[in-house]
């Protein structure tokens, strides 16, 4: 049974940082992807950042860019997003996404989601 564990949300002031993890369970996504989505009250679950898990190569949303970092520990099997200079709109609760082959932007396109963990930053 695959399991994804969203951890690290918390409150912050803005201009903060706080750092998710997602620890995977069941198996690997050697050939996939790892990533997060956030949703908003009353907005659609977006795309944030995700990796390649075999390269750790990451790619952002253009309003996260120059601000999250994502990476992985294979050992782990677990991610991160390390969250720099956060922003009263990265206010959301984010879900670590995985999938088992190749990589996507869109929430239809993983497999497996965590529980999602609350960002709430304070302006």
């Known amino acids: 049974q695959v399991q994804l564990v969203d951890t690290g949300g918390g409150l912050v002031q803005a201009g903060g940082s706080l750092r998710l993890s997602c620890a995977a369970s069941?198996?690997?996504?050697?050939?996939?992807?790892m990533g997060w989505f956030r949703q908003a009250p009353g907005k659609e679950r977006e795309f944030v950042a995700s990796?390649?898990?075999?390269?750790?190569?990451?790619y952002y949303a253009d309003t996260v860019k120059g601000r999250f970092t994502i990476s992985r520990d294979t050992a782990k099997n677990t991610a991160y997003l390390q969250m720099n200079s956060l922003k009263s709109e990265d206010t959301a609760v984010y879900y670590c996404?995985?999938?088992?082959?190749?990589?996507?932007?869109?929430?239809?396109?993983?497999?497996?989601w965590g529980q999602g963990t609350q960002v709430t930053v304070s302006s």
């Open positions: 069941g198996r690997t996504f050697s050939n996939g992807a």
């Open positions: 996404a995985a999938r088992n082959y190749g990589f996507g932007y869109t929430p239809t396109s993983y497999d497996y």
């Open positions: 990796l390649f898990w075999a390269s750790g190569i990451g």
